[in-house]
């Protein structure tokens, strides 16, 4: 059962709602977001909620370590360093049996804790299945009153159904919406890294989840402005007079907008139109942008790098420009279909990610990509949730808030 019995009422921000076409099919053609304010409420009051019930420092660190080498390895091993919380962290430990099935335990498990606080990745169904799994057998044979969930990786990306070219409704795969009445249905609170789009946290709240999406986009331009872009063969700092911070779109861009105000640089937006799953068409920058770009190196921050097609073109269209080089940053790295071919561009000459997921492929196979570890930064992210944080309000991440602040509205 729901953690919350009814979902609350809250009034979402749309530029277009969602609408019933002539055979009644939900059209979703704009992501659907809540407001800041609302998702603010709405994690103080479930915090306040648990603080009254339960005691927030009686808890206990699950590690759902299931794909080696991601995130969560090294978190597993940071935490049996240094736990946190008042029981050390537990693991998971899977069996698969000859006959495919699967059986899930887990290990160091307390049955004392008064709140379980869970962190994986969603890579496929059985992650989810897993995660419903551990929280049940917490809350159910531990008798934990609560459980957290922390995602450092949604794999689900479907947020919208509708034909650009005819704007009507297209079949495709349709899951955000399912996966959080799941979630919902085990988690009391959810904190996500960097997720494709609002609408996993809209739709979490409908089914009575709140959710904090968190962007890592300080870490990765801090690391950047500290280690400097490759550039015939040295490294160049960014400045604000060698700068340009690039949008790959004008869509949800919170961590670009961001990125320009922290690094004083000012900022460029493409108008992307995705042709089909694996295409894209990118618009010119008008000519005052092209101006912008040229001779200037080209900051670029995207969510996640599949093909790597969109990279692949806003280069293209930067070297017609005369940028002289193109620095990437991505928060996740997937990396499938011939995206080593695509990184091979020469203006591409900088590129920063995070293991918060394992790639498809090997990474090793591209020269110009270097990966940093989050590790430190869940840390402090389970700490706060330990500690009862409002990340809306905290300081330390507030400026991390997939969501227009209300100065910045």
Known sequence: MPATQEAPLFVPILTTKSHRDEKGRQIVDKAEEVSFDFARKFWADRVEE???????????????????????????????????????AAVNLDKIFDDKEKEYRIIGES????????????????????????????????????????????????DKNIDSKTGQYKETPVNVRADMKILAGFYDLLT??????G????????AGLPMAPLSPWKIMIDEIQSRGVKINNHRVPL????????????????????????????SVSFNKTRLECYSVSIMELSPAEQQMVKGKICLLYDDEANTLGTLERIT??????????VAVCFAHLKLTRDWEEKMQHPKITTVLGTDTRK???????????????????????????????????????????????????
């Open 50 to 88: 648990m603080s009254r019930k339960a005691d927030l420092e009686k808890c206990q660190v699950v590690v759902l370590a299931n794909h080696p080498g991601d995130i969560n390895t090294k978190l597993a091993q940071s935490l049996r360093e240094k736990s946190l919380g008042a029981y050390p």
């Open 199 to 206: 609408s996993a946290q809209f739709y979490a709240a409908q």
């Open 239 to 266: 400045t604000t007079d060698n700068s340009v911070t690039v949008r790959p779109d004008k869509g949800r861009n919170t961590a670009a907008t961001r990125i320009s105000d922290y690094t004083g640089t000012p």
């Open 111 to 158: 049955p004392r804790a008064d709140i379980v606080h869970v962190v994986s990745t969603i890579e496929e169904e059985a992650d989810l299945l897993r995660i419903a799994r551990v929280a049940d057998h917490f809350k159910d044979t531990l008798n934990a009153k609560y459980a957290t969930l922390t995602l450092t990786h949604m794999v689900s990306r479907q």
């Open 316 to 325: 293209q269209q930067l070297d017609e420009y005369g940028a002289l080089a």
């Open 359 to 409: 790639p498809v492929n090997d990474i090793r196979l591209a020269s110009k990509l270097e990966v940093i570890t989050l590790a430190p930064w869940l840390r402090q992210i389970m700490a706060a949730n330990i500690n009862g944080a409002n990340f809306w309000e905290n300081p330390e991440f507030r400026h991390t808030i997939l969501q227009p602040l209300p100065e910045e509205s």
């Open 192 to 197: 996500g890294v960097e997720p494709h789009s």
